[in-house]
């Protein structure tokens, strides 16, 4: 998706700011001379901005705006090290709550449905930002933030809610709650608005079939306002984002080049409009792609795919970068496999090579098997591994988290 003359404009305001106020980012471009851009090509050479450099400036070093603007903060969780503090103005937070309207229009909620909220309140951005949009939207929210399932379902039936907003995983542990109890019938719940978390098909498909609801998966992070910047259509393929605060590309993780439309990569987000830390060039090190063309329902906001999960997991082979959720979603259209898989990687004749074990039982053709899978992959992700195919139990299996690929190039 190349960047349009009207998002360059906003670049370059953004490139103001943070030079004008000296703000972390702002020193990094004086000191590489950046103070405009005039073309695509010069956005593509904007230095990139990190997780691990952000921290750096810890505590207000991305503050880009006086502080007399600044109305909160927000921090991302740091697992390690020092979090990352992303401050706000009242712009910021008005223009986050649009977006997250806009997500919920896009979702079919309106003003007479009744939410209730169950990700965290705090620091961290998840309900405070679902609460803000769906305020701005005039619906009723329960703000019920997370955990004490017992009182969630009572006010779930008592209150009528209709959209519940829920990691995939408490969305799940609520349905199998309202089975368990056999409440089903004093529920009113139409839909749900799930955070980004990667979760696949087979738990989706649960979570609807179980609750008789239209799911919604929203995309966002702290460092880009958080939750809200994008989600799917009615038509579910892949999440609209809003490009007029938020303009998108996907790179190659190694190269760091732009990809074209439709190819895997690593989301990077630039913010066009924001005050409090404006972002150039963010590397999520989350995986999607453009999807190409536009939407059956006609909205002209670009599309991103499913998030396929972390960088770091991305193995490139014959040119062609390949995640294992790519090749396990594969295997999940095989019902005669099982869910034991390994994926080894080896450097075989001057020739990476990708060998794919499955498990099945000793009533499956192995063979045909092994080829239809093959030209599955190829089919799918573009180039034909090497698919063996074992008996059931073969394959090795851990307690703790099993080792499904192993790369033999660098061992
Ligand atoms: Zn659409």
């Not at 906003?10 to 004008?20: E, G, K, P, R």
């Not at 792609?289 to 906001?301: A, F, L, S, V």
Request: proline share 4%; with cysteine.
């Amino acid at each position: 998706m190349q960047i349009s003359e009207e998002q360059i404009k906003l670049v370059n305001n953004q490139i103001n700011a943070l030079v004008s106020a000296g703000s972390f980012y702002g020193k990094k471009l004086k000191e590489a001379g950046i103070s405009e851009i005039k073309s695509a090509g010069d956005f593509e050479n904007l230095p990139f901005s990190e997780k691990l450099d952000l921290r750096e400036a810890y505590p207000l070093g991305l503050m880009t705006a006086p502080e007399n603007k600044i109305v909160r903060i927000h921090s991302s969780s740091g697992t390690t090290g020092l979090p990352v503090i992303i401050p706000y103005t009242a712009k910021d937070v008005d223009d986050w709550g649009e977006m997250f309207k806009r997500c919920y229009e896009v979702a079919g909620i309106t003003n007479l449905d009744r939410i209730q909220i169950t990700p965290g309140y705090g620091l961290w951005t998840a309900g405070i930002g679902f609460q803000n949009g769906a305020e701005k939207l005039g619906a009723m929210v329960i703000p019920m933030g997370p955990g004490n399932t017992e009182k969630q379902l009572q006010m779930m039936q008592d209150m009528k809610t209709t959209v519940i907003c829920a990691t995939s995983s408490y969305a799940l542990l609520l349905a199998e709650e309202i089975e368990k109890r056999g409440i089903k019938n004093n529920i009113r719940l139409k839909k749900g608005v799930i955070g980004s978390e990667r979760w696949g098909e087979k738990m989706r498909n649960r979570i609807s079939e179980s609750l008789g609801i239209e799911l919604y998966d929203i995309y966002g992070l702290t460092e880009i306002y958080g939750p809200g910047i994008g989600i799917n259509c009615e038509h579910n393929t892949g999440m609209h984002y809003w490009d007029d605060y938020i303009y998108i590309e996907i790179i190659d993780p190694v190269t760091l080049k732009p990809v074209s439309d439709g190819e895997w990569g690593e989301i990077v987000i630039t913010t066009l409009v924001k005050e409090g830390a404006p972002l150039i060039r963010y590397r999520t090190h989350d995986l999607s792609r453009i999807i190409p063309g536009e939407c059956h329902c006609g909205r002209k906001y670009p599309r991103l795919d499913t998030i396929k999960g972390r960088t770091d997991d991305m193995i490139k082979i014959k040119g062609v970068n390949v995640f294992p959720s790519q090749i396990e979603e594969i295997l999940q259209t095989f019902p005669e496999v099982s869910s034991e898989y390994q994926i080894r990687i080896s450097h075989l004749d001057r020739k990476d090579t990708m060998r794919i074990y499955v498990e099945t039982n000793g009533h499956v053709d192995f063979l045909n098997l092994a080829d239809r899978i093959a030209t599955t992959v190829k089919s799918k992700i573009g180039f034909t591994p090497l698919v063996k195919v074992v008996e059931i139990g073969l394959l090795p299996r851990s307690e703790k988290k099993t080792k499904r690929v192993i790369d033999e190039r660098f061992e």
